[in-house]
């Protein structure tokens, strides 16, 4: 292998900058010596860009395993509380190897988006359990239409699936009084369900639900935990699929 004399000119540059600044911290430098070094970078990084690119990347991965350990520690503290919660609805496979939690508002414009990945990875995966965690966080309409959801979840447990399906995927904004009709038109009264909220609020889980959001780093909807990660964001399925494929294979969400 052979080096231009502009080549070891450089590494030669960089090596006896390194070594000058180690031996003198930067308060030991005169003017004239902090100028030529500054140049010297400047000059550097102009001729070599590509090497911020390379920094940022660093930079990105860096933080993209502190956010995963720091997500691993909080999904290892609160394991029943996120897989396992009374108060949540598990479709999919009940006994599958792998479970994926989306904590998601009805009026979630991206949540509507991400429905039909959910629907296409409980078909292709057979061996998937998913885990709906109602997080309503965009108004009041949103925590008026959870509130009958948990009233109809308590009445009808096994139509909550259709119920979470058809209020999701309808038109308009989700409400108290859209999610009554979704309700009845599933064979639920509106009487027993304004008496089911009234008997049960679901007011102390869906405070339980954002201390666990806070706790993890959720900040919108939907986001997922699969694995030993929280995921921000409607991701898509190719993603969903590869982090389900790395947790069968390494039991993390990146090998």
Same mark, same amino acid.
Not at 149 to 171: I, M, N, Q, T, V
């Given at each position: ?11 030669? @540059? ?39 690119? *390379? ?19 909080v999904i290892t503290q609160n394991k029943d509380a996120?897989?396992? +919660? ?9 006994? %599958?190897?792998?479970?994926?939690? !989306?904590? /998601?508002?009805y009026n979630c414009t991206y949540c509507r988006h991400?429905?039909?990945?959910? *629907? ?14 109602? /997080? ?9 239409? +959870?509130?009958?959801?948990?009233? /109809? ?7 909550? @699936?259709? /119920? ?12 108290? *009084?859209?999610?009554? !009709?979704?309700?009845? +038109? ?5 009487? @027993? ?6 008997? @049960? ?30 995921? +921000?964001?409607?991701? %898509?399925? *190719? ?17």
């Amino acid at each position: 292998m052979t080096f231009s004399f502009k080549s070891l000119l450089t590494v030669s @540059a960089i090596a006896l900058t390194a070594s000058f600044a180690t031996i003198q911290p930067a308060a030991a430098l005169d003017d004239q010596q902090k100028k030529e070094i500054g140049d010297f970078i400047k000059e550097y990084l102009v001729e070599h860009p590509e090497v911020l690119l *390379d920094a940022q990347a660093a930079l990105e991965k860096k933080q993209d395993e502190a956010r995963i350990a720091q997500s691993s520690q909080v999904i290892t503290q609160n394991k029943d509380a996120i897989f396992n +919660s009374k108060d949540d609805v598990a479709i999919g496979n009940p006994k %599958g190897d792998i479970t994926v939690v !989306e904590f /998601f508002d009805y009026n979630c414009t991206y949540c509507r988006h991400a429905l039909g990945d959910m *629907d296409t990875l409980l078909k292709q995966d057979k061996n998937v359990r998913f885990v709906l965690k109602e /997080f309503p966080i965009l108004g009041q309409d949103s925590v008026a239409a +959870s509130r009958v959801s948990g009233a /109809f979840r308590l009445l009808a447990p096994e139509k909550y @699936a259709e /119920f979470h399906h058809k209020l999701l995927s309808s038109d308009g904004r989700a409400s108290e *009084d859209t999610a009554i !009709e979704v309700a009845t +038109s599933l064979g639920v009264s509106e009487a @027993a369900i304004r008496a089911e909220m009234a008997k @049960a609020p679901n007011t102390d889980m869906i405070k339980a639900t954002y201390q666990l959001a806070t706790d993890l780093g959720v900040n919108g909807t939907p986001a997922y935990v699969i694995g030993n990660e929280m995921v +921000s964001g409607a991701i %898509g399925l *190719d993603a969903i699929k590869e982090k389900i494929a790395n947790v069968r294979s390494c039991g993390k969400t990146s090998c």
